[in-house]
């Protein structure tokens, strides 16, 4: 997955999800005042941004392997100290914090149960690793409205079920895959006002994600016809996109 997209496209078109989900996250993560915390796969900070505000600056490290995002956290909280790099190889010491979070990311990780591993040998015996990734399966993911228009239309268009950590249950096979212990459960729901359909249709022009990627590949009717499905699909606006995230998280064993 390429994420060379700037900041400020991700967070018109993910952002806009991921910003509200943050709360409800760092909440099933157990984060409160006095703890340090590291945000795995930090993109351009949305979950940051909430742990900043729960902790102070100074008790946040974040990381992400796009050169963009590390830029863009770097700026907007020049105070947390931000690594570039992969969650499969975390630059930092075992035993080093309290709570490992990775919001929206396992699904991207190139192995998961690599990067969970990780996570639990940075964090403390007795902390918590926590992840949560989109209803991907079940059709609670925030971007179910596009793809089920784009399989009206095109039955092979990509199906993103199949990642790791979308389906009901799968995350806590993976963090005990990775070696955690005590795996807990939940799922996490939001619910997103768009008051125009452009505002909801133009982010995913961006070109960004499995869904920008589909888009781009389309000629100029098959893309025109796909965004007339839609408009026929999404109610009338204003309306309100409601999604699920999948949410594990586990006790870390002692090392």
Do not use: K, N
Request: with cysteine; hydrophobic share 45%; glycine share 10%.
């Amino acid at each position: 997955m390429d994420f060379t997209v700037s900041a400020d496209a991700y967070d018109r078109f993910m952002g806009r999800y991921s910003v509200p989900l943050a709360p409800l996250f760092a909440d099933f993560g157990g984060v409160s005042p006095g703890q340090r915390v590291l945000d795995v796969g930090c993109g351009p900070g949305a979950l940051t941004t909430e742990l900043v505000t729960l902790l102070g600056a100074g008790s946040v490290v974040a990381v992400d392997p796009s050169s963009s995002f590390v830029d863009a956290v770097r700026q907007r909280h020049p105070d947390v100290q931000v690594h570039q790099a992969g969650a499969e190889q975390l630059p930092m010491p075992t035993d080093t914090f309290d709570a490992a979070l990775a919001q929206l990311v396992v699904h991207f990780m190139a192995d998961p149960v690599a990067g969970l591993r990780e996570m639990i040998r940075v964090t403390r015996a007795g902390g918590i690793v926590a992840a949560c990734v989109w209803d991907f399966e079940e059709g609670g993911g925030p971007l179910t409205g596009f793809w089920s228009a784009a399989r009206d239309l095109d039955p092979d268009a990509p199906d993103q079920s199949d990642r790791a950590g979308a389906r009901r249950g799968h995350l806590a096979l993976l963090l005990a895959e990775a070696g955690a212990a005590q795996v807990e459960q939940d799922a996490l729901s939001i619910s997103v006002r768009h008051d125009t359909f452009e505002d909801w249709w133009h982010p995913f022009e961006s070109g960004f994600g499995p869904a920008g990627t589909y888009l781009a590949s389309l000629d100029g009717p098959r893309r025109d016809r796909l965004e007339a499905r839609c408009r026929e699909t999404l109610p009338e606006p204003p309306f309100t996109v409601t999604a699920t995230a999948w949410a594990a998280r586990a006790r870390v064993p002692a090392h």
